[in-house]
């Protein structure tokens, strides 16, 4: 069982739609959330970051995290077609470990 | 300002060559990270390099292996390639303080083929 878990999609939608991503997760341990964007043939772009749970908002993007559940979302409002890229959510834990531990990204179609 | 640059962008080797990868990080960070990402699938932790030092590694094999700068920027060396290093290998750089945290800023990736 991978530790990080997301839906592959991929995931279409209408242009102005709301779009929810969610991740699972088991390891009790990690205490920071992100969700990175990553288009096609780039690198990753950090979107949202969160510490420990509760919700985040900037623009048209909302972050939650669950920690009693292991369950974290990002949702989109008013989608676009530029929205269009594959969402990786990503983890790391307050203990001296450095890496991310990402999953494996949902791919996300916003058609016009 | 400069985000992190990866070069080259694009190569091709054949099993058992060697490989060589270059990262300069974002201006005023200090920290490099490396990940490998498969088709398809999320990066995978790599190692990440701190006052030119290795501070952590993950799960690869000593055929990886790496150098940080005193300017910060690093490389990535792969010998004996396999098959299975064919992947998009991404640099992100980030504050020694925060580099914990998840603020990583990546870069376009350096995309090997292994033939």
């Known amino acids: 069982q991978k530790e990080v878990e997301q839906d592959p999609g991929p995931l279409s939608v209408p242009e102005g739609a709301i779009v929810s991503l969610n991740c699972t997760y088991s390891?009790?341990?990690?205490?920071?959330f992100m969700w990175y964007r990553q288009y096609s043939r780039k690198g990753p772009e950090l979107l949202m970051y969160?510490?420990?749970?509760g919700n985040k908002e900037d623009g048209r993007f909302t972050a939650q995290v669950d920690k009693s559940s292991k369950y974290i979302s990002l949702f989109i409002r008013d989608s676009q077609p530029s929205d269009s890229a594959t969402y990786l959510c990503?983890?790391?834990?307050?203990?001296?470990?450095?890496?991310?531990?990402f999953g494996s990204g949902t791919r996300l179609l916003v058609r016009p | 300002d400069a985000g992190v640059t990866q070069s080259p962008t694009h190569l091709i080797k054949t099993r058992g060559q060697q490989v060589t990868l270059r990262c300069s990080p974002k201006s005023g960070h200090d920290t490099v990270s490396w990940y490998q990402q498969a088709l398809g699938q999320g990066p995978q932790f790599i190692f990440q390099y701190y006052e030119e030092e290795e501070r952590q590694r993950g799960n690869f094999p000593d055929r990886f292996s790496g150098h940080q700068f005193p300017n910060y920027s690093s490389e990535l060396n792969v010998n004996a390639l396999l098959l299975g290093d064919s992947a998009l290998y991404l640099c992100a750089s980030s504050l020694g303080t925060s580099a914990n945290t998840g603020e990583l800023f990546f870069g376009e990736g350096s995309r090997l083929t292994v033939l």
């Open positions: 990503a983890m790391s834990g307050r203990d001296s470990s450095y890496k991310l531990i």
């Open positions: 390891n009790s341990a990690f205490q920071y």
């Open positions: 969160t510490y420990s749970s």
